[in-house]
């Protein structure tokens, strides 16, 4: 597989330009296929073990495949504490407007997920390509800082908020901590999808463990009663938990890519 080399998109003006990396894999021939989107979750990056099998799957088959670090992200710049989702969902745009073809396959993985599915409302808004052809949610995690984070916080993380503008909480997937700002909370509510019909226009396949400590698999059974008009496709993984990157997990995910792809 041939080594790819990162690219930037400049993003933003003024005080709030950052430079967003990509990694673009172009399609092996001119033909009409769709562009794979990977769309990573929090705190994760473009080089992780479900993008680039991913990628491999794209080279293999001759795909085109887009992967993207968010800002504060991985190769990106700028400061992952300004990190919001309309600030994440307005580079996610940017790059998929100005690298993809006419049409392309969403696949986001938990916060990703959320990304995913507004980025099929915000492009129908803006009109022109590309349009989405389908959506493969990992784990996926919308509007998780009302329906997962704020219920669960306790007093302290509620002071720490208030008064320092932040609060930590310890990571299962990193030796440094996870760090929710006030503003990524508050900006979470403008972007919340769970509050009535969502119309994709698209098949979707879900992919969720029921071992999920982050994300409970009831969390997408929650989101399916919200996309009654699309054709979607639950899969419910009994000893999956929230990564799923085991080589069985991989493979479900590259199944349900290549059904909607070729």
Not at 36 to 51: F, H, Q
Not at 219 to 235: G, I, N
Not at 239 to 253: A, E, F, K, N, V
Request: proline share 5%; hydrophobic share 40%; net charge negative.
């Amino acid at each position: 597989m041939t080594e790819q080399a990162a690219e930037f998109l400049h993003v933003g003006a003024g005080d709030d330009a950052r430079n967003i990396a990509f990694l673009q894999r172009p399609a092996a021939s001119g033909g009409n296929t769709p562009m794979l989107v990977w769309l990573g979750g929090y705190r994760s990056d473009m080089t992780g073990t479900k993008a680039v099998e991913l990628d491999r799957f794209a080279a293999e088959n001759g795909l085109a495949c887009l992967r993207l670090d968010y800002s504060g992200h991985g190769a990106s710049g700028g400061d992952f504490r300004k990190g919001t989702i309309s600030r994440w969902l307005e580079e996610a745009i940017a790059v998929v407007r100005a690298k993809a073809p006419s049409h392309v396959i969403l696949i986001g993985s938990s916060m990703g997920g959320w990304i995913a599915l507004r980025m099929v409302e915000e492009l129908r808004k803006m009109g022109g390509a590309p349009s989405v052809a389908g959506l493969v949610l990992i784990a996926p995690a919308p509007d998780f800082t009302a329906e997962l984070i704020e219920p669960s916080l306790s007093d302290a993380e509620k002071a720490s908020l208030e008064e320092k503008g932040y609060f930590e909480e310890h990571s299962e997937y990193s030796p440094e901590p996870n760090i929710f700002t006030r503003a990524l909370m508050e900006d979470g509510k403008k972007n919340r999808v769970l509050t009535g019909i969502i119309t994709t226009g698209c098949p979707v396949h879900i992919l969720q463990g029921m071992r999920d400590p982050d994300v409970p698999y009831q969390h997408a059974l929650k989101l399916m009663e919200h996309l009654p008009a699309d054709d979607v496709v639950l899969t419910l993984i009994r000893d999956g938990d929230h990564r799923l990157s085991r080589p069985q997990d991989i493979d479900r995910m590259l199944a349900a890519v290549k059904a909607l792809a070729i």
